[in-house]
């Protein structure tokens, strides 16, 4: 059974930091993104890294505040989120792909909320 499990999420004020982190278990995954998800609105993508190695990808409104990492050893991956803004509000999800598929597995979330 695919679970994955974040954590991390909390409140805080503009210009701090927070730390997420997604357990994959279940099956053998190719790539692990993060998505947010603000109240009426759509859900984005944030961030995406390989489990192979390959190139991380980030969405431009987070890129070089974001650092999205994995430790393939406990098949979890971290969202470093520096210099939050308001607009960093959001649910946050972790979702899982296979290779030669769209995202399918997706974790409960969890929430972030940033202050003024």
């Known amino acids: 059974q695919v679970q994955l499990v974040e954590s991390g999420g909390g409140e805080v004020q503009a210009g701090g930091s927070l730390r997420l982190s997604c357990e994959a278990s279940?099956?053998?995954?190719?790539?692990m993104g993060w998505f947010r998800q603000a109240p009426g609105k759509e859900r984005d993508f944030v961030a995406s890294?390989?489990?192979?190695?390959?190139?991380?990808t980030y969405a431009d409104s987070v890129k070089g505040r974001f650092t999205v990492s994995r430790d393939n050893a406990k098949w979890t991956v971290y969202l470093q989120m520096n210099d939050l803004k308001p607009e960093d509000t959001g649910l946050y999800l972790c979702?899982?792909?296979?290779?030669?598929?769209?995202?399918?597995?997706w974790g409960q979330g969890t929430q972030v909320t940033v202050s003024s």
């Open positions: 890294t390989d489990w192979s190695g390959g190139p991380t």
């Open positions: 279940g099956r053998d995954f190719s790539e």
């Open positions: 979702s899982a792909k296979q290779r030669g598929y769209a995202y399918r597995f």
